[in-house]
């Protein structure tokens, strides 16, 4: 986005939680992950109060946290959405006022012929926000994908209260088309709820398209990612939640002799501007603290250019300068 088309938003304080959980071992029964799953969610409202003061946005949880280590089909596994799911689930997201991202293989028909794995997402009232069925679903060496659950069709992004909200469940992180429709559509959060822990793929899917990326998985890590693809946030411990707050009105600046590695703007604004800047990358991501002075104006006034005014700039010169673009051929 250009600085001539990005507004003057003030800051968007947003509390994000996710959780690392495996869930390899003998399934509890239904209604004991669910009470599992809500304590978890428990702990990470705690953990925001004591260090924001606030509550939680968002939670996201791993694949199938629901059905997780439970055995047989993706039929016999999958429970409705309506019943105890949405009723402990739900009650978990109006006790603490939070959006949450519940994983499951999904029933849609009583016949359990229309299975999904998928994420249902609950708004602060516990009340369904919106469905994103997993797209990519992997194959089996005998051709079944996934224990016989449905690829979906769409890529959906969810209008939060708090901003733009996309979805992606694991195998999905192999594919370049729903990372793409979500940036196009506009999402600024992407929650990758899965089972495989790989840290530099969510890198370079923020890096490319400039959005938040929470994950939720079952080992290894759950980790935050900002829009440069720098891991901003992150736990290894088994069974263990990351609270995390960011702000989704930032700004991406790349090195200018105006910048002087962020400590222009820190000098102009003190603890009204925050940021995080790499002399490695050459860059870093800005935001306001104060509602009274968005990060967009500070910008201006201290006469900077957004990375992408600067991608812009230079691909016209260049242009220009040799009679069009490059060959790709």
């Not at 994908?145 to 733009?164: H, I, R, T, W, Y």
């Amino acid at each position: 986005m250009s600085a001539t088309t990005q507004k003057d938003s003030p800051p968007r304080k947003v509390v994000v939680g996710s959780l690392m959980y495996a869930m390899y071992r003998d399934y509890p029964g239904l209604e004991k992950r669910l009470q599992t799953l809500s304590a978890f969610i428990d702990d990470m409202a705690s953990q925001s109060q004591r260090k924001y003061g606030v509550g939680l946005d968002v939670v996201a949880l791993p694949e199938v946290a629901v059905n997780g280590g439970r055995s047989g089909s993706a039929a016999e596994m999958a429970e409705p959405l309506e019943g105890p799911v949405l009723t402990i689930m739900g009650a978990a997201a109006r006790k603490h006022k939070t959006y949450v991202i519940v994983p499951l293989f999904l029933a849609e028909d009583a016949s359990r012929k229309k299975v999904y794995n998928a994420c249902v997402l609950l708004d602060r009232q516990g009340k369904v926000a919106g469905i994103y069925r997993k797209v990519y679903v992997v194959a089996d060496d005998a051709n079944v994908l996934e224990g016989g659950s449905l690829p979906g069709k769409e890529f959906p992004v969810f209008q939060c209260d708090f901003g733009k909200l996309g979805i992606q469940i694991c195998f999905d992180m192999s594919y370049d088309a729903g990372w793409e429709a979500l940036a196009r559509k506009g999402a600024e959060l992407v929650v990758w709820s899965t089972q495989s822990p790989q840290i530099i793929g969510a890198q370079c899917r923020s890096h490319e398209h400039h959005y938040y990326l929470l994950t939720s998985t079952w080992r290894n890590n759950a980790t935050l990612v900002d829009p440069t693809g720098a891991v901003i946030a992150q736990t290894t411990k088994p069974s263990s939640v990351l609270v995390e707050q960011i702000d989704l009105s930032y700004v991406l600046l790349d090195w200018q002799v105006k910048l002087d590695n962020g400590k222009a703007l820190a000098d102009k604004y003190g603890k009204a501007v925050g940021y995080r800047y790499s002399e490695a990358e050459d860059g870093g991501i800005f935001w306001s603290n104060d509602p009274k002075i968005p990060v967009m104006k500070m910008v201006r006034e201290m006469g900077l250019e957004l990375s992408p005014d600067c991608i812009s700039r230079n691909r016209r010169l260049q242009d220009e300068a040799r009679g069009g673009p490059p060959s790709l051929k």
